[in-house]
């Protein structure tokens, strides 16, 4: 049941046999009960009946024994069987439970825990610091990998989750850029499930060696560096106003245009290309401003 990695020596899990704790106890009561009474009977005004004082030596070593072998489970608990060091199996029955006295037994949780990381500072992919940070849902599937492969698997845990997310954000850039016609690549803040997935597939494979399994991994915290937040501020922001103004030059060039269309076909008023020039002229600068526009009234004409 052991085999060989490229780390070295790996353990793999495997089930060991136990006994009912409760009728294991019983035996043991049993058993006290029994030596008591050969060691009372053996005693008397006569002299001491070896024999019978030796028997109940004996039954109850044997009852103290078996208190020894035995111990209770949880749910989701797990014991590591142990003798003189070599590894005997794992016992996942819960309850009161009773094995070799001379096993030791060593319990790990088999629940789900939580980690949250620590906020860390790393470089996109484009090289702009950022801050990071996630959470972690794990539990441990291979008692044996995890108690024996690694020194201390929750902090085996923990270690390997940082170097993850640090090289999870060298591999994704924090936004898009704006380029058109272009497929966007993923990003570490508009691609939620793809960073999430990436993030939960080399944490698998990093864990896998203390025998972890990764329940769930997502970014819980994410933003620009301080020394940066300011610029990367004032640059969204101007974006944002780009693709503003973008829309409505859009949307008031096709109103213009249809309002031209809509007098040419009813024949409202014929107009020149200078009449329809200062037409357009005037609509834009309505359409566009960003404060309410003040109208003019012309009484003349436009021809000198």
Same mark, same amino acid.
């Given at each position: 049941?052991?085999?060989?990695?490229?780390?070295?020596?790996?353990?793999?899990?495997?089930?060991?046999?136990?006994?009912?704790?409760?009728?294991?106890?019983?035996?043991?009561?049993?058993?006290?009960?029994?030596?008591?009474?050969?060691?009372?009977?053996?005693?008397?005004?006569?002299?001491?009946?070896?024999?019978?004082?030796?028997?109940?030596?004996?039954?109850?070593?044997?009852?103290?024994?078996?208190?020894?072998?035995?111990?209770?489970?949880?749910?989701?608990?797990?014991?590591?069987?142990?003798?003189?060091?070599?590894?005997?199996?794992?016992?996942?029955?819960?309850?009161?439970?009773?094995?070799?006295?001379?096993?030791?037994?060593?319990?790990?949780?088999?629940?789900?825990?939580?980690?949250?990381?620590?906020?860390?500072?790393?470089?996109?992919?484009?090289?702009?610091?950022?801050?990071?940070?996630?959470?972690?849902?794990?539990?441990?599937?291979?008692?044996? /990998?995890?108690?024996?492969?690694?020194?201390?698997?929750?902090?085996?845990?923990?270690?390997?989750?940082?170097?993850?997310?640090?090289?999870?954000?060298?591999?994704?850039?924090?936004?898009?850029?704006?380029?058109?016609?272009?497929?966007?690549?993923?990003?570490?803040?508009?691609?939620?499930?793809?960073?999430?997935?990436?993030?939960?597939?080399?944490?698998?494979?990093?864990?896998?060696?203390?025998?972890?399994?990764?329940?769930?991994?997502?970014?819980?915290?994410?933003?620009?560096?301080?020394?940066?937040?300011?610029?990367?501020?004032?640059?969204?922001?101007?974006?944002?106003?780009?693709?503003?103004?973008?829309?409505?030059?859009?949307?008031?060039?096709?109103?213009?245009?249809?309002?031209?269309?809509?007098?040419?076909? /009813?024949?409202?008023?014929?107009?020149?290309?200078?009449?329809?020039?200062?037409?357009?002229?005037?609509?834009?600068?309505?359409?566009?401003?960003?404060?309410?526009?003040?109208?003019?009234?012309?009484?003349?004409?436009?021809?000198?």
């Amino acid at each position: 049941m052991v085999r060989m990695t490229k780390s070295g020596a790996a353990h793999d899990e495997y089930p060991i046999g136990t006994a009912s704790g409760f009728l294991a106890l019983v035996v043991a009561l049993l058993l006290l009960i029994g030596g008591g009474l050969m060691l009372a009977q053996s005693i008397s005004s006569y002299g001491v009946r070896w024999g019978l004082f030796s028997l109940g030596i004996v039954l109850l070593i044997v009852a103290v024994l078996t208190l020894a072998g035995l111990y209770t489970l949880q749910p989701n608990e797990a014991a590591i069987i142990q003798l003189f060091g070599a590894y005997r199996g794992t016992s996942r029955a819960p309850g009161l439970r009773a094995t070799n006295p001379f096993y030791t037994r060593r319990k790990i949780s088999l629940r789900a825990r939580n980690l949250n990381g620590d906020r860390l500072k790393v470089n996109d992919k484009r090289g702009n610091p950022v801050e990071i940070a996630a959470v972690v849902v794990w539990h441990v599937a291979d008692t044996a /990998k995890a108690a024996f492969d690694v020194d201390d698997y929750e902090m085996f845990v923990k270690v390997q989750s940082e170097a993850a997310v640090r090289h999870l954000a060298s591999q994704f850039a924090y936004d898009a850029e704006e380029i058109q016609d272009v497929a966007r690549e993923p990003t570490l803040l508009e691609s939620a499930d793809i960073v999430a997935r990436a993030l939960e597939n080399e944490l698998q494979e990093r864990l896998e060696q203390a025998g972890v399994v990764v329940e769930e991994a997502r970014l819980m915290h994410l933003a620009y560096a301080q020394e940066i937040a300011q610029v990367m501020l004032r640059r969204q922001q101007a974006e944002a106003i780009i693709a503003a103004r973008t829309k409505i030059v859009h949307g008031a060039v096709s109103m213009v245009e249809m309002a031209l269309k809509e007098l040419s076909a /009813k024949q409202v008023v014929s107009l020149d290309d200078e009449r329809k020039a200062a037409m357009v002229s005037n609509l834009m600068t309505v359409l566009c401003a960003e404060s309410d526009v003040q109208p003019v009234i012309n009484t003349g004409t436009l021809y000198t």
